[in-house]
């Protein structure tokens, strides 16, 4: 323990050694300070309380009656904090409480039904979670972990880690092709419906292919245009005609029949998937085992 005394809650872990060792020199040495430093502390809690608490001879030390009820009071309040840090140890060391996560809408909906084994592995952790395409303030909104998907500003306040990359590819479920027909060059995607998504800053967000080891932008005629990613998802599904979207958001529907994938030869290289997270002394084993759950999810698709 420090030299330190003049704090009452040192003032009273001095007390109690001195009452149960019955000896100011013993409680010293089990203090790791000096027999001074502890009869000043003794006095100064007497002084606060304004009370003897301990009857004082040259052959012992014992405590007088309002010391043996300020004794109990003080074993029950050092047992009680003693507690609490054992408490916060194992919750550092076991994840368990509350992680609020902010997702992006489309790979919220993927990524829920994992949180299943998530909680079977760590019953202790309570997740709350928002499914939103607008950056959001960890900071201000009091998130734990918010995952976004493409390049990130860079920011002292958070700390950023790469969950996965994504690669852009051409789907359209197998209804809308049995009625339109199949696609099996990139020319042929013009006598096509085209589902396309307006980026939050107003732009229609054209198609970005791979032709002959280079990249193509292609800027298709939309029959539908949307501003939310799961909804670009639905409507692909639904047969609205040909959308362009990420690998790890297909993926669950080309599995399950829903999309097929066209053309993948014409794939590109996506934005990163980052969760950011406000920086700390030591981020929490809660936040870390969700952390690591999100990119273990994510990489093994």
Known sequence: ????????????????????????????????????????????????????????????????????????????????????????????????????????????????????????????????????????????????????????????????????????GLYASSEYLARRGEVKTLAELADHDAIVFRGPAGRLRPWTVRENNSLREIAPQPILVLADGQALVEAAVAGFGIAQIHDRVALPHVRAGRLVHLLPETDVDGPPVNAIISLGQKMAAKTRAVVNHLAETLQNG
């Not at 009273?12 to 009869?39: D, H, L, P, Y």
């Not at 009656?65 to 009071?73: I, N, R, S, V």
């Not at 902010?102 to 979670?129: C, N, V």
């Not at 201000?140 to 996965?164: H, M, N, Q, Y």
């Open 1 to 168: 323990m420090s030299e330190r005394v003049d704090a009452p809650i040192n003032e009273i872990a001095v007390f109690v050694a001195v009452a149960q060792t019955g000896s100011f020199t013993r409680a010293a040495e089990e203090m790791g300070t000096s027999k001074s430093n502890v009869g000043k502390a003794v006095q100064r809690l007497e002084a606060r309380l304004g009370s003897q608490l301990f009857q004082r001879t040259t052959r012992a030390v014992r405590l007088t009656e309002d010391g043996e009820t300020y004794l109990l009071a003080a074993q029950g309040a050092l047992d009680g904090l003693r507690e609490a840090e054992q408490q916060l140890a194992s919750r550092r060391a076991e994840p368990a409480g509350r992680v609020k996560i902010d997702l992006p809408a489309g790979f919220g909906r993927l990524l829920l039904p994992s949180f299943i084994q998530l909680r079977a592995k760590y019953p202790k952790l309570t997740l709350e979670m928002a499914l939103t395409d607008r950056m959001s303030d960890p900071i201000g909104e009091g998130w734990d972990v918010v995952v976004r998907i493409g390049a990130l500003p860079e920011d002292s306040e958070f700390t950023v880690r790469k969950l996965c990359e994504l690669k852009l």
